[in-house]
Nanobody, 120 residues
Framework: QVQLVESGGGLVQAGGSLRLACAAS????????MAWFRQAPGKERDFVAA????????NYADSVQGRFTISRDRSNNTVYLQMNSLKSEDTAVYYC?????????????WGQGTQVSVSS
């Protein structure tokens, strides 16, 4: 089992910044990747960004490319999402997720979510 705890959400004005954090605990000796997803009211959960845990390579949704940066601290099993130039359409509940193995093409564990609200 892997437990994930997100923090850092809140209310910010358009154009502002927030930094989300997600701390993983439990069976963290085997992590392939961690990622952020988000779900706006009435919409499906969408991919935001992911990072390969060992290599540090990243990928982003087109909608956040150039504005958001995902990073990780392997010493304390934490992944971050720095969000700059926030827009009202970034308003959503943000979830972090763990993919434990490369051969599993899905994320195994999810956090409880943290609300990000951007006012225009």
């Amino acid at each position: 089992q892997v437990q994930l705890v997100e923090s850092g959400g809140g209310l910010v004005q358009a154009g502002g910044s927030l930094r989300l954090a997600c701390a993983a605990s439990g069976r963290t000796f085997s992590l392939y990747a961690m990622a952020w997803f988000r779900q706006a009211p009435g919409k499906e959960r969408d991919f935001v960004a992911a990072i390969n845990w060992s290599a540090g390579s990243t990928n982003y949704a087109d909608s956040v490319q150039g504005r958001f940066t995902i990073s990780r601290d392997r010493s304390n099993n934490t992944v971050y999402l720095q969000m700059n130039s926030l827009k009202s359409e970034d308003t959503a509940v943000y979830y972090c997720a763990v993919r434990r193995y490369s051969y599993r093409n899905y994320y195994d564990y999810w956090g409880q979510g943290t609300q990000v609200s951007v006012s225009s």
